[in-house]
């Protein structure tokens, strides 16, 4: 009895610590915390003075929602002609993730 309570009680504990929300993020995940910010792409665009931003976010990887594309941060900010693109990625203890996109152009 005592051995099948230990088994369970250390299953929940590493199933906890795995955490479930994630984002990308180049440099890997933190497991308590993560909170980068970086480059997805650039184009040959030589100006901007616009900035569009789109959001995606999960919550224990059970509700997951939003529109984190390039598109949508275009649409945002009334983008048409893209400069670069850059994104960060937010996770909190496997409990909270949120990926933005941030669109820079004209």
């Given at each position: 009895?005592?051995?099948?309570?230990?088994?369970?009680?250390?299953?929940?504990?590493?199933?906890?610590?795995?955490?479930?929300?994630?984002?990308?993020?180049?440099?890997?995940?933190?497991?308590?915390?993560?909170?980068?910010?970086?480059?997805l792409?650039?184009?040959?665009a030589?100006?901007?003075?616009?900035?569009?931003?789109?959001?995606?976010?999960?919550?224990?990887?059970?509700?997951?929602?939003?529109?984190?594309?390039?598109?949508?941060?275009?649409?945002?900010?009334?983008?048409?002609?893209?400069?670069?693109?850059?994104?960060?990625?937010?996770?909190?203890?496997?409990?909270?993730?949120?990926?933005?996109?941030?669109?820079?152009?004209?």
């Amino acid at each position: 009895m005592r051995h099948s309570v230990l088994l369970i009680a250390l299953f929940i504990c590493t199933t906890g610590f795995l955490g479930c929300a994630t984002v990308m993020s180049p440099v890997g995940n933190g497991t308590i915390f993560t909170d980068v910010k970086g480059p997805l792409t650039v184009t040959d665009a030589t100006e901007y003075s616009k900035v569009g931003q789109a959001s995606a976010m999960s919550v224990l990887g059970i509700v997951v929602t939003g529109d984190a594309s390039i598109s949508a941060a275009m649409k945002n900010g009334g983008i048409t002609k893209v400069h670069h693109v850059d994104h960060e990625s937010k996770n909190i203890l496997g409990v909270y993730a949120r990926f933005t996109t941030i669109v820079y152009g004209e």
